[in-house]
């Protein structure tokens, strides 16, 4: 039978705590209770006919009434005569809700979060209110989360690093792995001119709040051993800072971009060239090398939708550069070596030349293989020592 059991009146609680409505009432949230549960209970015509059920189903709502009120309505029964059948269901308290879904320990607790938080940081508040259960799994390290915002409100834009933070208890890993829950209490109680709005997600944490940061850096390799940076033979590959990048303006014409850090190693000899290792999506590191709009910029991707939209990013910035070895003669020479790609971008890419695009549309709508993509890395190295020597001379 379809009638409301113990069982449903257990979730139906369960699903207020889930929302985090029961905790957020001892926060200065909504009150719920009392609260009336939905309640479906037998027909007449079942009455008749399954009278036992109804009278098991009786009580067993009635042995659990320790955590709800049961409101009776009298019957008479054409048959059975008078009786009396459970009308509505209520929670009349906080406190009975709770014990009922088995979370009394866990209300206590974040309780005494609410009343340390009024205590010392009451801006806060609001946040325990709109995120109560995530606060309840904070519990343990919430009053070093309170000691690192009342830093912070001290201390806006430090222009530290994380590791120079002098809280006692706190090192910078502990910072680094809540900085998810930090952006948002930072956010509640800094000044505006503290935080730097167009600075988001984890990355972009330190810059946010003012903290200083692990320098980006970009690695290349001169590929002209007459242009050597260092004297230690041929092996010239080297990482610097962003800001050192762009202040070297190397004295060569071409500069290969290359996404697979094996090609970057291997890639092969060529006169008053370098080539730099790519990070993906993202080019940021490249920006303030100036001088890279001076030389010849060749960008080297997964013949893939994903390649192609990549190297549309980074004409974003640098309009000049060309694709290397992404083209429909390169794809058809490997046929062999073909893979499939997991899964597809799909929006028009503006900046691909007219060749480009035709092989992108080709990939994106399925025409040559079903999610067709040949990975930089296989095309055979001869092929890409003739490439190279035909560009480079």
């Known amino acids: 039978m379809n009638w409301t059991r113990p069982d449903d009146l257990r979730q139906m609680v369960q699903r207020l705590w889930d929302r985090g409505a029961l905790l957020a009432s001892l926060a200065g949230g909504e009150s719920h209770f009392p609260r009336r549960l939905p309640l479906k209970g037998p027909t007449s015509a079942e009455i008749t006919e399954h009278f036992d059920a109804v009278r098991d189903w009786i009580a067993r709502l009635d042995r659990q009434a320790n955590h709800y009120r049961i409101v009776w309505r009298h019957i008479h029964h054409r048959v059975l005569g008078a009786n009396k059948l459970p009308s509505e269901i209520w929670i009349d308290t906080l406190d009975d809700a709770l014990a009922f879904v088995d979370r ?22 609001t946040w325990l209110l709109k995120r109560p259960l995530r606060a309840l799994s904070l519990a343990d390290d919430w009053p ?201 971008e799909i929006r028009d890419l503006p900046r691909l030349d007219p060749e480009e695009k035709s092989l992108y549309n080709d990939f994106r709508d399925n025409r040559l293989s079903d999610q067709l993509r040949f990975e930089q890395e296989r095309v055979g190295f001869d092929w890409v020592r003739k490439s190279v020597a035909e560009l480079c001379g």
């Open 104 to 125: 009394c320990r866990e209300a206590e607790r974040f309780a005494g979060l609410v009343a340390m938080t009024e205590e010392r940081i009451p801006d806060l508040t």
């Open 144 to 344: 070093l989360l309170l000691d690192i915002v009342t830093w912070m409100r001290r201390h806006p834009r430090p222009n530290l690093y994380l590791r120079q933070v002098d809280i006692p208890g706190v090192h910078s890993k502990f910072i680094e792995g809540h900085r998810s829950a930090l952006t948002e209490l930072f956010d509640l109680v800094l000044p505006a001119e503290a935080v730097d709005r167009e600075a988001g997600g984890l990355s972009g944490f330190c810059r946010r709040y003012g903290f200083l940061d692990k320098p980006p850096r970009v690695r290349f390799r001169i590929l002209d051993d007459a242009l050597a940076v260092f004297p230690t033979g041929r092996d010239q590959d080297i990482a610097v800072t962003r800001d050192t990048f762009a202040g070297l303006d190397l004295p060569v014409d071409n500069v290969f971009v290359t996404e697979n850090e094996i090609n970057f190693l291997a890639f092969p000899r060529a006169l008053r060239s370098a080539v730099v290792f790519g990070s993906g999506y993202g080019f940021d590191m490249f920006v303030p090398a100036h001088w890279l709009r001076k030389r010849r910029l060749f960008y080297w991707g997964d013949i893939d939708t994903h390649g192609f939209a990549i190297l549309d990013q980074l004409r974003g910035l640098f309009p000049h550069v060309r694709s290397f070895l992404m083209d429909r003669g390169t794809l058809m020479a490997h046929k062999s070596l073909w893979g499939r790609e997991p899964s597809q």
